[in-house]
């Protein structure tokens, strides 16, 4: 079988790290395959408690490998409040690291991206917190 591409590894990457949660729904997953080259990733997770995750990211192959084009990590409570948001969304200038940063409920930080499987930790440590 011939290797896969950076694009269909980085996706079976995903859907591997998915398929190992514990205590999770998975809503919405949609790979959207624009080009050979270039994807859109959409999923969206409830975990038991109610916390929900939604993931987006723009995904394209260039000669280095694969690069985010553009990426947002959103994670909720139960409550529907904000409990962090990662993104690329260049409307925090001043931050060292722009565009990348971290909402949180009441600050926004400089953080680079995170990997999903980061992420999903992130999340699953706030389920634990609300046991």
Do not use: W
């Not at 990348?100 to 980061?118: E, M, Q, S």
């Amino acid at each position: 079988m011939p290797p896969l591409d950076p694009l269909a590894r980085y996706l079976q990457e995903v859907e591997t790290t998915l398929e190992q949660m514990r205590g999770v729904v998975i809503d919405v997953y949609v790979e959207e395959l624009l080009t050979p080259a270039r994807a859109n990733l959409r999923i969206r997770l409830r975990f038991d408690h109610g916390c929900l995750l939604e993931v987006n990211e723009a995904l394209v192959v260039e000669q280095d490998g694969l690069r985010h084009l553009d990426y947002r990590y959103h994670c909720q409570d139960g409550d529907n409040r904000l409990v962090f948001r990662y993104d690329s969304t260049p409307h925090f200038p001043d931050l060292p690291g722009f565009p990348f940063h971290k909402h949180l409920p009441d600050d926004t930080l400089p953080a680079d991206r995170p990997t999903i499987a980061a992420v999903l930790a992130e999340a699953a440590e706030q389920q634990e917190g609300a046991r």
